[in-house]
C-alpha cells in the first residue's frame, strides 16, 4: 500500500497541512521538523502524487515542442539531435517533454499552437523552423504565453530566442568556394518563406556579389530541405546551368540528396563538381564524400533553448534573451577545385 502524507504526520505528531507543507519547502516550517518529516518521508518510501501536485500548482511540469513536418514519418537528423539536446535538459529540470508533428503553415498547425496556449496542456512551448512572418509567435505573443524560438522572424516583436548567423555562415562557405578558384556557383535555396532562408539566400548573393560573381537566374533553385527535394534540385541544375562547378545547398539533408543525383549522373563530388552544405548534422561526415559545411552545435542549441524556457516558465527572465551564434565552417573532402 502507498504510504500517504497521512502515514508521515501520524509518526511525525504533527498534522497533514505541516507535513504537506514541510516537504514543499515553505518557510514556515521550523527547520528541525521540516528535516524530520523529510527523514520519515525517506524511510517510509513516500512518493509524491505528482497530479495532485500539478494541480496544487496550477502547472503540468510540461514543455510542449511542435515539429512542422510534412508527412507521417519523421526522419530528418537534424531535429533527433535537437530533440536530444530539449529532452536531456528538461529530465535537468524534472520537467516532460511533449512532442506532436503538424505540417507547417496549416490550420490544423495554428490550431495546435492555440491549444497549447489556452488549453494548459503544457507550460511553455519551443518554436522551431521560424518564418518571415510567423502567425505561431505572433499568437503567442499575443496570448504571453511562455515560448522560446530557435530562429529569429521579421515580425516586429521582442521575443527570446538561440539563433545562429545563418548570412554569415552563407558568406563563409561562398568565400571557401571562391578561394578554391570556382566562379560559377549555384545554390539550392530553402522554402520561402523561412526567415532562415531568407538570411542564407542572402548571405549567398551578398557573398558573390562581393567577389565580383554575377549570379544567373538558372543556378538558383528552391528546394525543399529533404534528400529528395535536394536530388530534385540539382537535377534541375545539371539541365539549366551545366556550366556550375559547385552547388550549395540550404541545408545538409538536400546536399545529401545532390551527391546522389550527382552521382547518378556520371559525376564526382569533389572532383568533377564541388558541394557544400548547412548546418553539419551527424552524417555529413560519413557521406561519400564528407561533406563541406557550416557547422551547428544542434545539441546545444536545442539544450540552451529548452533551458531559457524552463527560466521563463518560472517567472525568471533570460539574461541575455537574444543568443546569436558565431558559424563554422568544416572543410571536407566535398569542396574541391574547378575543372
Known sequence: MAVTLKDIAQEAGVSITTVS????????VADETRQQIRQIAERLGYRPNLTARRLQKQRTDTLGFILPTFGPRFSDPFFSEFLAGIGNEAVNHHYDLLVSTHTPDTPGEIEAYRR????????GLIVVRTREDDARIRLLHENQ???????????????????????AGMRLLVQHFVELGHRRIGFIAPPEGLMFGRLRRDGYL????????????????TGDLTQRGGAEAAGRLLIDAPELTAV?????????????????????????IALGGFDDIPLAAYTAPPLTTIHQPIYEIGRRVCAMLVQLVNGQTPNPAHILLKPTLVIRESSGKPI
Request: aromatic letters at 10%; glycine letters at 14%; one cysteine or more.
Open 21 to 28: 507543507r514541510g516537504l514543499a519547502g515553505y518557510d514556515d
Open 116 to 123: 497549447a496556449a489556452l488549453g494548459g496542456w503544457v507550460d
Open 145 to 167: 504565453f511562455p515560448f522560446v524560438a530557435f530562429g529569429r522572424c521579421g515580425c516586429d516583436l521582442d521575443f527570446p530566442y538561440v539563433d545562429e548567423d545563418s548570412e
Open 206 to 221: 551578398q557573398a558573390m556579389a562581393d567577389n565580383g560573381r554575377t549570379v544567373e537566374p538558372t543556378w538558383l533553385v
Open 248 to 272: 550549395i545547398t540550404g541545408n545538409d539533408l538536400m546536399a545529401v540528396g545532390a551527391i546522389n543525383r550527382l552521382r547518378q549522373h556520371g559525376l564526382q563530388v569533389g572532383q568533377d
